[in-house]
T-cell receptor, first 116, second 113 residues
Framework: EPEVTQTPSHQVTQMGQEVILRCVPI?????FYWYRQILGQKVEFLVS????????KSEIFDDQFSVERPDGSNFTLKIRSTKLEDSAMYFC??????????????FGSGTRLTVV | GDSVTQMEGPVTLSEEAFLTINCTYT??????LFWYVQYPGEGLQLLLK?????DKGSNKGFEATYRKETTSFHLEKGSVQVSDSAVYFC????????????FGSGTQLTVLP
């Protein structure tokens, strides 16, 4: 069964450093997403991406965050200057179309980011 | 805005017990409703979904019925197994933003042999 692959599974970084979280979505999917889950809290939407541009973003997704699809397979989330409160599990997801009403997403297994 | 409220965990059951995890929602329009499951060390997996009122989603012995009158989508299973131990998330996608999922806080289920 096709999978969404995320790397690394766990990353530890110093506060103020830049991090890039990587994702390989399912190859024929067109919509890509990032969600995060702070420990013990809800899974929260960050951003959706389609046709090489952001289609929606939440208030969490401020100027510190950016997303990119640098080639035909990878989808990355960059945090420019990490803060302690960025520590969370980050999930990448993809879907064949943008309407989640009929089609649930396929999620990756997540990257646990720890900012120290 | 949209929101999902799940019963708080953790929930611990013996094998073959009956499971209910409550989920209620607030949303604009007519949302689609989902249950996702996260097994240890794995990603979120779609367990079942329902896209309109009175629909029943089912998979792997789990069921949930979309109840518009009570704005609920409770997850049930008649006889749980140790392998069902996981975190279960209720989620919705509303007509206001079809490209986003709004999640509940998750319920940790542990099934003991």
């Amino acid at each position: 069964e096709p999978e969404v692959t995320q790397t690394p599974s766990h990353q530890v970084t110093q506060m103020g450093q830049e991090v890039i979280l990587r994702c390989v979505p399912i190859s024929n999917h067109l919509y890509f997403y990032w969600y995060r889950q702070i420990l013990g809290q809800k899974v929260e939407f960050l951003v959706s991406f389609y046709n090489n541009e952001i289609s929606e973003k939440s208030e969490i997704f401020d100027d510190q965050f950016s997303v990119e699809r640098p080639d035909g397979s990878n989808f990355t989330l960059k945090i420019r200057s990490t803060k302690l409160e960025d520590s969370a599990m980050y999930f990448c997801a993809s879907s064949p179309r943008g309407d989640a009403r009929g089609y649930g997403y396929t999620f990756g297994s997540g990257t646990r980011l720890t900012v120290v | 805005g949209d929101s999902v409220t799940q019963m708080e965990g953790p929930v611990t059951l013996s094998e073959e017990a009956f499971l209910t995890i409550n989920c209620t929602y607030t949303a604009t329009g007519y949302p689609s409703l989902f249950w996702y499951v996260q097994y240890p060390g794995e990603g979120l997996q779609l367990l079942l979904k329902a896209t309109k009122a009175d629909d029943k989603g089912s998979n792997k012995g789990f069921e949930a019925t979309y109840r518009k009158e009570t704005t609920s989508f409770h997850l049930e299973k008649g006889s749980v197994q140790v392998s069902d131990s996981a975190v279960y998330f209720c989620a919705l996608s509303s007509s206001g933003s079809a490209r986003q999922l709004t999640f509940g806080s998750g319920t940790q289920l542990t099934v003991l042999p």
